[in-house]
Nanobody, 127 residues
Framework: VQLQASGGGLVQAGGSLRLSCAASGRTFSISVMGWFRQAPGKEREFVGRIRWSGGSTYYADSVKGRFIISRDNAKNTMSLQMNSLSPEDTAVYYC?????????????????????WGQGTLVTVSS
């Protein structure tokens, strides 16, 4: 599976931004897709994930209630709607895919759970 993230940019605090991730290749193997982010000088951290079959979501506490992940199975795309952005959300955002088929039931909260990564897209939130 190959992933292509897009939609990053500069936004003022309190604003919104929508990221997209397009999957190609062996998309039938996707179990979960997730978003991670990495701020300058920090470790890459989990933002949220969505199960490809069923669409259930889970979010990190830092974004819960502000960010929404959705997917379009027919188009093999995933989106991250980010609302009420703050400067602390500034980071490179990465989409990732876990490719173990539709029966996978693990939590998929951890970076090492994922085996395909997009190139990252920069989100900058100005104060």
């Amino acid at each position: 599976v190959q992933l292509q993230a897009s939609g990053g940019g500069l936004v003022q605090a309190g604003g919104s931004l929508r990221l997209s991730c397009a999957a190609s290749g062996r998309t039938f193997s996707i179990s979960v897709m997730g978003w991670f982010r990495q701020a300058p000088g920090k470790e890459r951290e989990f933002v949220g994930r969505i199960r490809w079959s069923g669409g259930s979501t889970y979010y990190a506490d830092s974004v819960k209630g502000r960010f929404i992940i959705s997917r379009d199975n027919a188009k093999n795309t995933m989106s991250l709607q980010m609302n009420s952005l703050s400067p602390e959300d500034t980071a490179v955002y990465y989409c990732a895919a876990l490719n173990r088929g539709p029966g996978y039931s693990g939590s998929a909260y951890y970076r090492n759970d994922y085996d395909a990564w997009g190139q990252g897209t920069l989100v900058t939130v100005s104060s």
